[in-house]
């Protein structure tokens, strides 16, 4: 055994020993293929040099010069080289910032500042057209308070942008309907706003503009029947057509022409009217209707034909402000604001009868242009007079002594103060290039989200 072991430790001895000598040779060797190495490229650069030189003595006199245009010429090269690069980068960027802005737009807002409301007390409120102008902001002093919500729309003039910030509250709901067809939902109160407003809106579409004041206001007293709720028919001022009494009481019938181009809608608000006293005889449902004058506020449809959004657009652009006729013809103009005030006092009013609504301080046209022109900084605009329209009414100013007496309601916010307001609105809407959300135009403190 030691034999054996004196033998393997010898053998062990010699494989290091001859492993070693291997080790050593081989770093030899590559020591001298490095200097090898050197000593060539050395001779090379020698060799490159002595070219050099003998080919720059016969160089021809201009090269220089050759060689300064060339230098320039990489320099222009250059120079449009990074002015592509920055308009690149540019145009990049501006991709950015709008996905930036519709990421922007996706994350969740807080929402308004919302007061508790026990079961007992807290409605469940249904507004027909509570995207629309007026009923987006009904709805939202109704959620303010506490309410549960819920909007029908068609979105044939309303827009979703006028609500979104309640999207995803819990006391909010939107349904798209559209009131022409029955609707079954549980409901307190209806607050009956659907139909379009606006000359060009139910003009566009006459036929579905008398269906919407007929069978959806049908279909909308059917289900307040059913679930015995509280109903608001909203009417118009329109129902006293071209007036011959002025102000306009609401004990005044009316002067309507029933084939105009404006019947569609004149002659569709005074059925709907019809409807809902005849409801109240025969099925005892509990309804208040209110006759709206001229409103007017943020959220108006920029290109609705109205007097005020005409008008104010006209003078943003420093465009010829419009008056059609002779510019006599007077309107009385209730910023939305009180409006909604009084369509809410009225829902919570026992008085059953109909009741006007609107601001009974009157202009003229002609007056309320040079108003708003007056009111918009570095406005050019001049004001040209345009073709009468058809059937327009000569004078129009609501008599609101039964809202004062019933309802203690009346108009507080000021033209001048509710103009200015207005034409924020629709300037941010002319600036407006890339949506976010947090250009929904409401007044009112925030929270977090529930």
């Known amino acids: 055994m030691i034999r054996q072991s004196l033998k393997f430790r010898k053998t062990i001895i010699i494989v290091s020993v001859l492993s070693l000598l291997i080790f050593i040779f081989l770093i030899l060797k590559q020591d001298k293929i490095k200097n090898y190495e050197l000593e060539r490229h050395q001779k ?13 003595n016969h160089m021809p006199k201009n090269y220089e010069v050759n060689m300064e245009n060339r230098v320039k010429m990489d320099a222009e090269s250059n120079v449009n080289k990074d002015k592509e690069e920055l308009k690149e980068a540019k145009t990049r960027i501006e991709q950015l910032e709008k996905k930036i802005a519709i990421l922007e737009g996706r994350i969740p807002e807080k929402y308004p500042d919302v007061k508790y409301l026990g079961y007992k007390e807290r409605k469940r409120i249904l507004i027909t057209g509570g995207a629309g102008f007026v009923g987006s902001h009904l709805v939202d002093i109704l959620m303010i308070q506490g309410h549960e919500v819920i ?35 549980e409901a307190d109160e209806i607050y009956h706003l ?28 059917g289900l307040a029947r059913r679930v015995g709720a509280k109903i608001l028919i909203a009417s118009t001022s329109e129902v006293y057509g071209d007036p011959m009494v002025h102000p306009q009481p609401e004990s005044y019938w009316g002067h309507v022409n029933p ?4 019947a569609c809608y004149d002659e569709g608000k005074r059925v709907a009217e019809t409807l809902a006293y005849s409801y109240a005889k025969q099925e005892n449902v509990s309804v208040r209707v209110a006759r709206i004058f001229n409103t007017y506020g943020p959220r108006m449809h920029v290109s609705d034909g109205r007097v005020v959004s005409n008008f104010v657009m006209q003078a943003l652009q420093n465009l010829t402000i419009t008056v059609y006729g002779n510019g006599k013809q007077t309107r009385s103009f209730c910023y939305v604001s009180d409006l909604v005030d009084g369509l809410i006092a009225l829902m919570a009013s026992s008085y059953t009868l109909p009741v006007n609504l609107g601001n009974p301080v009157e202009h003229t046209i002609e007056e309320f242009a040079v108003i708003i022109k007056n009111l918009v900084p570095g406005c050019r605009s001049t004001v040209a007079t345009g073709a009468a329209v058809e059937d327009d009414p000569q004078r129009r100013r609501p008599d ?47 929270k977090n989200k529930h």
């Open 259 to 262: 084939i105009g181009p404006r």
């Open 44 to 56: 090379i650069d020698n060799d490159f040099q002595d070219v050099g030189y003998r080919d720059f």
């Open 151 to 185: 909007v029908v729309d068609n979105f044939f003039t309303g827009r979703k942008r006028n609500v979104e910030h309640w999207f995803g509250h819990r006391h909010f709901e939107m349904i798209h309907h559209d009131i022409v067809n029955p609707l079954y939902v």
């Open 400 to 446: 609101i002594t039964l809202a004062n007496t019933h309802l203690k309601w009346k108009p507080k916010v000021s033209l001048e103060e509710g103009l200015q307001r207005t034409i924020e609105y629709f300037r941010e809407e002319l600036s407006r290039t890339t949506f976010y959300n947090n250009q929904t135009y409401i007044d009112v403190k925030v």
């Open 194 to 221: 659907a139909s379009p407003a606006s000359p060009p809106h139910y003009m566009q579409n006459p036929v579905k503009t008398i269906k919407t004041n007929t069978l959806g206001t049908i279909n909308m007293l």
